[in-house]
C-alpha cells in the first residue's frame, strides 16, 4: 500500500474548505502530508504519543509546514478534539484486541459531531466459507469481499494466506487480530459507529473503511 492510495478511497473532495481532518495515531504524518497536497484547502491534525510528535513537527517544518497542527495525544486517552470532519487511523486498530479497540472507538464516537467520518484503513480478511450479511444493509464496495462460487475455494486459499499469517501474527503478538467484514461491523457498532461505505484500494490487500457515528 503506497502513500498515493490514500486519495484513491475515500471522497476527500467533498469536505467542505477548513473542514477538520485528524490523523490518530499518525506517526511522522507522511499520509496525511499527502492528502494536504492535493487538498490545501482543509486543515490537518496529526496525533501521537509524546515520544513520536518532535519529529512529527520536525518532518513538516522541513517537507510542508504551512498546513500541519500537530498534536500529543495518546489514543487510549479521551479524544481532544470536538470538530472533527474526519477521525482517519491507518492500520492502527488492527493491533489492538477487542475491548481495546472498543475503548479507542468509543473515544472517538464521544467527541465526533453528527455529521463527523471515521475512516479506518485496515485489511478485511476474506470469509473463508458463505455466511449471512451481518450488517443489516446493503453497503456499498462489500461485493467482492465475499465469497466467490466454486470451483475455486472460497477465500482464493494461498493467493490470501498473507492476510491470515498477519492474523496468527497479531494474535501471538499483541492479543489483536485482523477481521473480517462482519467483525469489523460488530467492532465499529460496539464503538458507537457505523459502517456506510468500503473503498477496497486496488492492488492492495487494504480498504477505506468508512462508518458515522451511531445515534442514541
Same mark, same amino acid.
Given at each position: ?14 469536505? %467542505? ?7 490518530? !495515531?499518525? !506517526? ?25 510528535? %518532535? ?49 479507542? &472507538? ?39 469481499? =465475499? %465469497? ?17 499469517? &498477519?492474523? &496468527? ?33 486496488? !492492488?492492495?490487500? =487494504? ?10
Amino acid at each position: 500500500m503506497n502513500r498515493t492510495s490514500i486519495l484513491t478511497g475515500f471522497p476527500w473532495n467533498d469536505l %467542505p474548505p477548513k473542514s477538520r481532518v485528524v490523523d490518530v !495515531g499518525g !506517526g511522522l504524518g507522511h499520509i496525511t502530508m499527502t492528502i494536504a497536497r492535493q487538498y490545501p484547502e482543509l486543515q490537518y491534525v496529526v496525533q501521537d504519543r509524546h515520544a513520536v510528535i %518532535p519529529d512529527t513537527e520536525k518532518y513538516w517544518r522541513t517537507n510542508f509546514p504551512q498546513a500541519l497542527d500537530s498534536g500529543l495525544h495518546d489514543i487510549t486517552n479521551p479524544q481532544p478534539i470536538h470538530d472533527a470532519a474526519v477521525f482517519f487511523l491507518r492500520v492502527v486498530i488492527h493491533v489492538f484486541g477487542r475491548t481495546s479497540a472498543i475503548h479507542i &472507538l468509543s473515544n472517538l464516537r464521544a467527541s465526533a459531531t453528527p455529521d463527523t467520518k471515521l475512516v479506518l484503513i485496515e485489511q478485511i480478511i476474506p470469509y473463508a466459507c458463505p455466511y449471512n450479511d451481518v450488517s443489516g444493509h446493503p453497503v456499498a464496495g462489500t461485493k467482492d469481499l =465475499f %465469497p466467490s462460487p466454486p470451483p475455486p475455494l472460497v477465500n482464493f486459499g494461498r493467493f490470501t494466506s498473507l492476510g491470515y499469517l &498477519l492474523d &496468527l501474527q497479531m494474535a501471538c503478538a499483541l492479543n489483536a487480530e485482523e477481521r473480517t467484514f462482519g467483525t469489523w461491523v460488530e467492532l465499529c457498532r460496539a464503538g458507537g459507529w457505523n459502517i456506510t461505505q468500503v473503498y477496497p484500494i486496488p !492492488g492492495s490487500r =487494504f480498504s477505506h473503511i468508512v462508518a458515522v457515528p451511531l445515534q442514541d
